[in-house]
């Protein structure tokens, strides 16, 4: 690639020797003709050239070789020929390596959607800053290398604040389904992502700002949730020692969300609700069928 958006090979054949008969079979012959197949647009057979060039050419042979599989769309093999690239002395074409090698890493996330990919996602277009940033290094005055920067840094954070923002809205999502043990996760998830765009990517982002409130409040919630549940059990069985069973079951029985978000969490205080009631069930029982029978006599 030149300085641009789309990579262009670099026409270097460096090669002045009188082709031989069986110069067909020859890397120099496999770059010429690879060369000659990526100038009209046949990038396939230029990739299948280029590759041969490789073994004698690492440098120019992995750069050119670069270039042809990224216009295939390859975006990967690209990166790692452009990485081979990068082996050179020649600065010039170091740059040039680096400026391509974060321009196809940037073109590899276009291939990566849904969820599971946004992370992978994210650290791709951080390594394409560094690629633009080292090629900046070697050319201060490259204004393409500049702006691919930028752009690889929008990038990089809109990525980073979605990966937040998804696991925010998967947590409210559970939570309406009274899962709440899952959403609670997902909400630390969202938080943990939110403080890492302020500390490493973006101290200044206003949307992670705004969320980190809503995220708190709604973990505390759900702490809370525990802690009533938990008050209103230790409550009922003070109640069941003082022979409060009425006041004890209506206790126990009170359905709210927050008892089932409790109860999601804790799985073990579901248990211990079930278990006391069971037992305040089974003394009411006893105590109606005493009344029954005082009644009758």
């Not at 990526?38 to 004698?56: C, F, I, M, S, W």
């Not at 302020?198 to 505390?220: C, F, G, M, T």
């Not at 359905?255 to 089932?260: F, G, H, I, N, P």
Request: charged share 30%.
């Amino acid at each position: 690639m030149k300085r641009g958006s789309w990579p262009q090979a670099i026409l270097l054949l460096l090669f002045t020797a009188t082709w031989c008969a069986n110069a067909e079979d020859t890397p120099r012959s496999s770059m010429r003709k690879g060369l000659k197949a990526y100038k009209r647009g046949d990038y396939t057979n230029a990739v299948q050239h280029l590759e041969k060039t490789v073994p004698e050419f690492p440098d120019i042979g992995n750069y050119n070789l670069g270039n042809a599989q990224y216009c295939t769309g390859d975006f990967e093999a690209a990166a790692d020929s452009f990485n081979e690239a990068l082996r050179t002395t020649d600065l010039e074409l170091q740059a040039k390596a680096y400026f391509n090698r974060g321009n196809a890493l940037l073109a590899r996330t276009t291939d990566l959607g849904g969820q599971e990919q946004i992370k992978l996602a994210a650290e791709l277009a951080f390594q394409a800053m560094d690629m633009f940033e080292k090629c900046l290094l070697l050319d201060p005055t490259d204004l393409a290398a500049k702006q691919n920067f930028e752009r690889a840094q929008a990038l990089r954070l809109l990525l980073e604040f979605n990966q937040g923002k998804w696991w925010f809205d998967q947590a409210e999502s559970l939570l309406t389904q009274f899962k709440a043990k899952d959403a609670q996760a997902g909400y630390r998830q969202a938080k943990r992502q939110f403080e890492h765009i302020l500390e490493n990517v973006d101290p200044d982002h206003a949307a992670s700002k705004q969320y980190l409130p809503k995220i708190a409040e709604r973990l505390e919630m759900l702490a809370l949730a525990v802690e009533a549940a938990e008050f209103d059990l230790k409550t009922a069985l003070k109640q069941i020692e003082d022979y409060q069973y009425m006041l004890a079951a209506q206790r126990l029985t009170t359905e709210t969300d927050e008892r089932k978000y409790a109860f999601d969490i804790k799985p073990d205080l579901k248990k211990r609700y079930e278990e006391t009631i069971k037992k305040n069930q089974d003394v009411l029982k006893i105590i109606e069928e005493l009344s029954n029978l005082n009644m009758v006599k």
